[in-house]
Structures are given as C-alpha cells and as structure tokens.
C-alpha cells in the first residue's frame, strides 16, 4: 500500500513540474543564428580584426597601466605635441606591429578553420581536439605578446609627461597607475 502511495505521489509531481520542460527547451540558444558563420567560434567582426591585424583588447594590461599604444599616440600626436622623430618611431612600431599581428592573425584563423572543419566532417578526435586548442592559445597567446610588447616600445619613446598627458587624453585620469608603473620604465 505505501508503494502505491508513493508512485501516485511521484506521477503527481511529474506532472505538475512536466508542462515547464517543454518551456524551457523551446528557449532559444544564444548562439542561434552563428551555425552559418564560416567559423563557428568567430564572428564576421573577429575574422576582420584577425585579418587586418587589429588590437581586439589584446593589450589593455599595457594600455591600461601607463604603457601607451602606437596607433592612438600617432592619433594624438598634436596634443602630446610628439617630435618628428617620436612619430618616426611610432610610426615604425606601428608598421612592425601591424606585420606580425596580420601574420599572427592568419596563423590563428588557419588554426580555428581546422578545427571547426574537424567538427563539421565529424572527424575530430581527442587527439587532434587536444593539438589544435593547443597550437589555438599558443597563438593567441603570440598576438597577444605582439600587441603588448608593441605598447612596451611605446612606453619607452615617449616622456613622463607624455604619457600622462596621453592617459588624460584617453579618459584614464584620476585612476591609479598600479605599483610601479608611474613612469619610471622611461627615462625620457
């Protein structure tokens, strides 16, 4: 008798919680809709980045502690009132960073094509899942340094005075730079 008690318990719990499953699996998935990129994990916005060898966020660590970037120093070359041979030199980072970003870039989208291939023909395997995520953050590790050291550079051609100007310029003022990052890593 108990167990009858206990499964018309269960089938009245079922079926009091069963009309909200079809609810929630009718949610749609936020990645709806990016089954047709041509690379899954990448947006049309992310391959263009890639390609034109664009920053993405890539160094706001530098960015962000006083270490400035090459192409938004060029921007304001006027206000922080730059010597020839200071836009000269960022000029020339620029061009270095822009290289090997673009290089770095293709390396990756490469990578993320293979990857998303193996998916697509149901090929992938542990093995080959394992290499290529590897060789992925290894890479976007590597652009990631090409962008950061590119900011170092930067640092180093510009003044104290500078750079603070520049940090006013972009909206950083006011917030505190971090240990050891007061413009001490030039000597300018």
Request: no cysteine; glycine share 10%; hydrophobic share 45%.
């Amino acid at each position: 008798m108990a167990h009858i008690a206990y499964t018309a318990a269960l089938v009245l719990i079922s079926a009091s919680v069963a009309p909200a499953w079809p609810a929630k699996a009718q949610m749609p998935s936020p990645y709806a809709g990016e089954q047709g990129r041509e690379i899954k994990a990448l947006s049309a916005k992310d391959i263009d980045e890639l390609t034109q060898g664009r920053g993405m966020g890539l160094a706001k660590a530098a960015e962000l502690n006083r270490y400035p970037g090459p192409m938004h120093g060029l921007e304001l070359a006027e206000p922080l009132k730059l010597s020839d041979e200071q836009r000269q030199a960022l000029k020339a980072i620029m061009t270095r960073m822009s290289a090997e970003a673009k290089a770095v870039g293709q390396d990756l989208l490469g990578l993320e094509r293979e990857l998303d291939a193996g998916f697509v023909a149901r090929t992938i395997d542990a093995q080959r899942l394992r290499t290529l995520t590897e060789r992925i953050g290894v890479t976007q590790g590597a652009l990631r340094a090409v962008h950061l050291a590119a900011h170092i550079e930067t640092a180093a051609v510009l003044s104290k005075v500078q750079i603070a100007q520049y940090d006013l310029l972009r909206g950083y003022a006011g917030t505190p730079a971090g240990p050891g990052n007061h413009g001490s890593h030039n000597k300018h």
